[in-house]
């Protein structure tokens, strides 16, 4: 985040910097402190306003998943996977 930045305004040019992809809506989910990094990490859900990704160097690897398969494609016990885990609890999505 930089100084002049809040929450929001941050995910908005990390998306783009990292993606190219512009967001069309987004929704707060949680955060989490990342101790490895020291690091607040703040989860959001995002939809964007296109699939035309154009990944920077901070990107090993991507791909568009559907929803009904994300969590077999997201590492066991991770952060990412807790998150995405609350999101579907939150959303009444039943874990899938």
Not at 26 to 40: E, T
Not at 57 to 80: C, F, K
């Amino acid at each position: 985040m930089n100084p002049d930045e809040n929450a929001k305004q941050t995910l908005k040019r990390e998306m783009h910097e990292e993606t190219k992809l512009k967001i069309a809506e987004f929704r707060y989910n949680d955060n989490a402190y990342f101790a490895p990094h020291d690091v607040l990490i703040h989860n959001y859900a995002v939809v964007a306003a296109g699939e035309a990704l154009n990944p920077n160097n901070e990107i090993d690897q991507y791909s568009w998943v559907p929803v009904d398969e994300v969590l077999d494609q997201i590492m066991p016990h991770s952060l990412a996977k807790s998150f995405v885990e609350e999101w579907f609890e939150k959303e009444h999505l039943g874990g899938r």
